[in-house]
């Protein structure tokens, strides 16, 4: 017991040396695994269209941010006590997670999910479907009472198809298409479904202020084009309306 | 990292695996197995700590204080170490959170827990949010040994209170009638013999723990196993500059060959080290070793 205070102690102490003298620091926690909303490249850095809007946010916002992987299952827990201040890792607007977390306005429009197939004619109704656990995709088949099969990262879900052991996975289109591109063993069903709200950044309940200042800059963004010129660019879905 | 590598789409053969093989990705990736060393080094002989702690508690004869010792082995060795894992990091880092809390901002008039949200002052939090990003590694890596240091600790505890009760009786009997006190007999006679009697069970113990190491995954820690699902998986061409398909295969192989040859290494080192114990001792391994030299 005394080793663990005196460890504390002497932790508190560290940290707060290190910190001395550095101003506010907001902490963006991403999955780091859902190409091309945001991955790892090649030089180690989390990359994508997450990175590079939350970049934009943050310089808009006055705000100065740091990037931090996280698991998908413990990105909500991780946030609610306080290990980063914003979840942005392509997380859909649910009910479910609203009771839970707020959302900022959404700043992707509701990307259609589609289904990844080792041959055209899956019928989803009577296949086993990979899906990553916690997503509205999983959701939807566990709704539907369809056979699902769940993955902690999206990359399993696709190498279950691959070899077999799911006829089909049910993600973000965004994110199957790039895959579909290059493999040619693997399809696009036809079938497409409309779940999902769009995508917003993640935001404890209690941080209303944080949560007005991002909402303030993703308008500026949406109005002045500069949201749609980075939804193109990396392929994210549809743009959103003038206003 | 080699002048070479600025367009890998034209390589081939070895030189495109240099290139692939220096990225700042497999760079992190080297970096991690360093992690799990300076996990096992500092883990080792924290644990070895709550370990010999706890036995010596387990056999006070002060009744709240042996509680304790045996309660801790128990509750410890019974629960599944995943539970542990997934709770104490949380618990921990709130609990440490909480106490800095009340010290630091005693006039504090909002609850801790509003609603979902565990909220303390700003001054409390660890490490501040404002420290850079490594304080953050190295708080959750410190988190990591706690967590392991309990667990493992339970273990050894468990142990070490074997091998003590291990040592024959007559030897304490003897330090007793040399008019030494029960504290003088403990660690004098009991810790330095006991350690024959320990070594197996350690050993195992410690093959355990470096097979444990991958569970630091699941503290956030990103470890070898993270960074080999990371690189092994299918890369498509429009985000890297090293396309590949599914890699997991090769990736993981190489860490079992890593932890195979650290197994063995230990596997080596625990033998040299129980050779070195047996001598003298009056177990059946000092006697054949006596009967050996004679």
């Known amino acids: ?114 289904y990844l197939a080792a041959s055209p004619d899956v019928d989803p109704a009577n296949a086993v479907i990979a899906a990553q656990a916690s997503t509205i995709q999983a959701a939807f088949i566990a709704e539907k009472g369809w056979t699902l099969l769940e993955f902690a990262t999206p990359e399993e879900t696709i190498a279950a198809v691959r070899n077999g052991e799911a006829d089909a996975v049910l993600a973000d289109k965004s994110y199957l298409a790039p895959v579909a591109e290059e493999d040619s063993g693997l399809v696009m069903l036809e079938q497409e479904e409309l779940i999902g709200g769009g995508v917003g950044l993640g935001l404890r309940e209690s941080d209303g202020e944080l949560k007005a200042k991002f909402d303030a800059v993703i308008s500026e963004m949406k109005c002045d084009g500069s949201l749609n010129a980075l939804i193109e660019k990396w392929e994210i879905g549809e743009a959103f309306p003038d206003c | 990292m080699f002048s070479y590598c600025t367009d890998p789409e034209t390589l081939s053969g070895l030189s495109w695996l240099s290139c692939y093989l220096t990225t700042g990705k497999h760079m992190s990736f080297y970096w991690s197995f360093g992690t799990v060393l300076l996990l096992l080094a500092i883990t080792a002989p924290a644990a070895l700590l709550f370990g010999f702690g706890g036995a010596s508690a387990a056999r006070s004869r002060i009744a709240p204080v042996c509680w304790l010792g045996k309660g801790y082995i128990a509750v410890v060795r019974g629960v599944p170490d995943i539970a542990f894992f997934l709770f104490f990091v949380i618990a921990l880092d709130q609990g440490f959170e909480y106490l800095r809390h009340q010290w630091m901002c005693p006039d504090w008039d909002q609850p801790i827990r509003q609603g979902n949200d565990f909220i303390v002052c700003a001054q409390a939090k660890l490490p501040l949010s404002t420290s850079p990003q490594i304080w953050h590694e190295i708080y959750g890596f410190f988190l990591a040994v706690l967590t392991f240091a309990i667990v493992f600790g339970a273990f050894a505890a468990n142990v070490l209170y074997g091998a003590m009760r291990a040592v024959p009786q007559p030897q304490l009997e003897t330090a007793a009638a040399y008019g030494m006190t029960p504290r003088q007999t403990f660690w004098r006679i009991l810790v330095p013999q006991m350690w024959v009697y320990a070594l197996p069970g350690l050993g195992n113990l410690w093959m355990v723990l470096i097979k444990a190491t991958p569970l630091l995954f699941l503290l956030g820690v990103e470890d070898i196993v993270y960074w080999a699902r990371e690189l092994g998986g299918t890369k498509t061409a429009r985000f890297t500059d090293y396309p590949h398909g599914d890699w997991r295969m090769w990736y993981f192989g190489a860490l079992l060959i890593f932890y195979l040859l650290f197994t063995r290494v230990s596997e080596i080192f625990l033998d040299r080290t129980m050779k070195k114990l047996t001598h003298g001792q009056a177990t059946m391994g000092g006697e054949a070793q006596r009967k050996a030299a004679a």
């Open chain 1, 1 to 114: 017991m005394n080793k663990l205070i005196l460890t504390t102690a002497s932790l508190a102490l560290f940290a707060s040396m290190a910190a001395a003298g550095s101003h506010s620091v907001t902490r963006l926690g991403t999955e780091g695994a859902y190409p091309p909303w945001n991955f790892i490249n090649d030089s180690g850095e989390v990359d994508g269209f997450e990175r590079e809007l939350g970049d934009q946010l943050c310089e808009r916002a006055g705000l100065t941010c740091e990037w931090v992987t996280n698991e998908w299952d413990s990105i909500i827990p991780n946030l609610v006590s306080g290990n980063y201040d914003v979840i942005i890792a392509g997380m859909s607007i649910t009910d479910e997670r609203e009771e839970v977390i707020d959302f900022s306005e959404n700043y992707t429009q509701p990307d259609p999910s589609a």
